[in-house]
């Protein structure tokens, strides 16, 4: 079973390059190009902006706000070794989870 991502970004350029990049690491990916668009989502959240630092990281407050599972967001230009690793790490998160969730705790 591949885990869930979604993937908010603003420019479409990259809005069509990051699910294939997250595809390799094991994700089924929605990409949305707002933090509104987000509301429902269940999956791990990573927010990838070129914004100033403050406002990379305010969808992480609102997300974490809203209880959903929202990972430190990356600025652009962005580092894909390290985005990469992230993806995996979050990968192996969701299965441990997925795997806990299953034996009833």
Do not use: C
């Amino acid at each position: 079973m591949r885990n869930e991502l979604l993937v908010i970004e603003d420019a479409d350029v990259h809005l069509s390059v990051l699910p294939k990049i997250a595809a390799q690491a094991g994700f089924n990916t929605t990409g949305v190009s707002s933090v509104d668009a987000e509301l429902k989502f269940q999956a791990p959240v990573l927010n990838v902006s070129a914004s100033e630092e403050e406002a990379l990281y305010a969808p992480v407050r609102i997300g974490n706000l809203l209880e959903l599972n929202v990972h430190p967001p990356f600025a652009k230009p962005t580092n894909l070794t390290l985005l990469r690793g992230t993806l995996k790490q979050i990968a192996r998160d969701t299965d441990r989870w997925r795997q806990v969730r299953a034996a009833g705790w």
